[in-house]
């Protein structure tokens, strides 16, 4: 119940192009859901986060969608460019529990 | 901008030896966390301390590890006797509490058992 699903593994882009990460959850504890950024040799950088309240949020390129119904929810970049090529976590967090789960992971590239 | 600082960036050790990793959080935040990586895998979370004591603890945590806060900056991980499978990237994260959640992670340090 503590796991989050993540997918693609790998998702290669064109440049200008939009990337689409999905995840999904299956603990309905969970109240804050974060995507991070990595890039390799560095920590991961919160991109974006969203609570279960709403079900969209945008920040620049980068927007949110969330289903609380279905537990899914996906990040989506607009608009991609070299520079987004990284790997990106979905997470999940238990705000009460302070304890948060993350996705395995989807590493992207975005082709010039 | 205030960041997570972590040392060393690389610690060797041999297995069975004791390691302490260290973390300087964001001043002022309330919640701190450890998670690892292990080389291409996902970030796995690790514990969670607040007001100086675990709030929670995964099941990677066993009586191996320790945390502490000796002071009002510092924040470390003891690995008492390390074993291999310790060797992973380990990331100390803090938030500042009071209904934000938004996780500041550090550059990590790279732990490599031999």
């Known amino acids: 119940q503590q796991q989050v699903k993540q997918s693609p593994q790998s998702l290669i882009v064109q440049k200008g192009g939009i990337s689409i990460i999905n995840c999904a959850y299956e603990n309905t504890a969970f109240d804050y859901f974060p995507w991070y950024q990595q890039f390799p040799g560095k920590g991961p950088a919160l991109l974006i986060a969203i609570r279960p309240d709403v079900s969209e949020k945008k920040e620049g390129r980068f927007t949110i969608s969330f289903n609380k119904s279905a537990k899914q929810f996906s990040l989506h970049i607009l608009d991609s460019q070299p520079g987004d090529s990284a790997t990106y976590f979905c997470a999940a967090y238990n705000t009460n529990a302070g304890k948060s789960t993350f996705g395995d992971g989807t590493t992207l590239t975005v082709k010039p | 901008e205030p960041e997570v600082t972590q040392t060393p960036s690389h610690q060797v050790t041999q297995m069975g030896q004791e390691v302490i990793l260290r973390c300087v959080p964001i001043s002022n935040h309330l919640y701190f966390y450890w998670y690892r990586q292990i080389l291409g895998q996902k970030v796995e979370f690790l514990v969670s301390?607040?007001?100086?004591?675990?709030?929670?603890k995964s099941e990677i945590f066993d009586d191996q590890f320790s945390v502490e806060r000796p002071d009002g900056s510092n924040f470390t991980l003891k690995i008492r006797s390390t074993k291999l499978e310790d060797s992973a990237m380990y990331f100390c994260a803090s938030n500042p509490g009071q209904g934000i959640y938004e996780q500041y992670f550090g550059p990590g340090t790279r732990l490599t058992v031999t």
């Open positions: 301390f607040y007001n100086n004591e675990i709030s929670e």
